[in-house]
């Protein structure tokens, strides 16, 4: 379902959203990387921005400075990353 396919994009992308996933987005794409994070280290996002990019996406890369799991850490400032995003 498209919910469920949504959802994916908010778990952890770094294992479950490939390239061909990236082509198949319609919408402007966020990256929040978290500079803490020891699970998914905020660099493993660099093959999947680079390909927003070559792929002419819209998107935005902000970064937190808290770990894997930023709406626990710092929920505040998750959402105003995500806020930021929208405006």
């Keep these: ?3 469920r396919r949504h959802t994916r994009y ?3 992308w770094s294992s479950d959203v490939c390239s061909s996933d990236l082509a198949e987005l319609t919408c ?8 803490q994070d020891q699970m998914t280290p905020a660099k ?3 093959t999947l921005i680079a390909e927003a990019l070559a792929k002419g ?3 935005q890369v902000i970064r937190v400075p ?6 626990n850490e ?7 990353a ?3 995003f929208f405006n």
């Design 1 to 3: 379902s498209s919910r």
């Design 10 to 12: 908010i778990g952890d």
């Design 28 to 35: 402007k794409v966020l990256f929040v990387l978290g500079e």
């Design 44 to 46: 493993a996002a660099n």
């Design 57 to 59: 996406k819209t998107h």
């Design 66 to 71: 808290m770990g894997h799991h930023q709406m």
């Design 74 to 80: 710092s929920p505040e400032e998750t959402l105003a």
């Design 82 to 84: 995500i806020k930021a």
